[in-house]
């Protein structure tokens, strides 16, 4: 099976590139990330990618006139790594049209709620300031909209009376690092098929 290059955008702490990074160097994934990008350059997430010996690329976005041509400069360097796959891991961004034409049907993210309840920032402490008894991630591809692309994978959290925002968000945490490295290999082995708002997950 050939391997695949993921390049992974990240803004904040990091714990999903992990996941990602574990699961292709335990060869859970036939893939490698071969670059991360952040829009924040003290991204713990960062870190991570040079400890595992990953060219990790901080951008600041005022360095550029606007959104497009910061874009144009992540394109450059996701295309100048090979990326097959981009991995929107905690990157807190809208992506724009210049990358989403760049890397069509290859964009991939991961959302802390079940959508399409509770999209946008903070889907976990949404869901458990609205009471409801159950929660959880959603791994999808992305398109022009807030969390609005096809979802190729969810896993669901129940919600207990003594949870507090953060041991829901810890809980659904568990299982974002479970379900978003799941997602990619059926990517990278070919498993998913795109049919209008439908994935459909190839035996
Ligand atoms: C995760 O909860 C993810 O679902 C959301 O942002 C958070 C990123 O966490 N999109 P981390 O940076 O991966 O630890």
Redesign the pocket.
Known sequence: MDIKNLGVL?S??????QSIMDACAAGRIPARVTVVISDNADAY?LERARYAGIDAVALNTDDYIDKAEYEKHITKILQEHNVDLVC???YMRMVGPGLLEAYAGRIM????ALLPAFPGLHG?EQAWHYGVKYSG?TVHFVDDGMDTGPIILQAVVLVSDNDTADTL?AR??EQ?HRIYPEAINLYCTNKLVVEGRKVRILA
Not at 12 to 17: A, D, H, P, V
Not at 109 to 112: A, F, G, Q, V
């Open positions: 990240a904040g702490r990091g714990s999903n590139l997430a929107l891991a905690g993210n991961i959302h802390p976990q991630c968000a659904i945490l974002e």
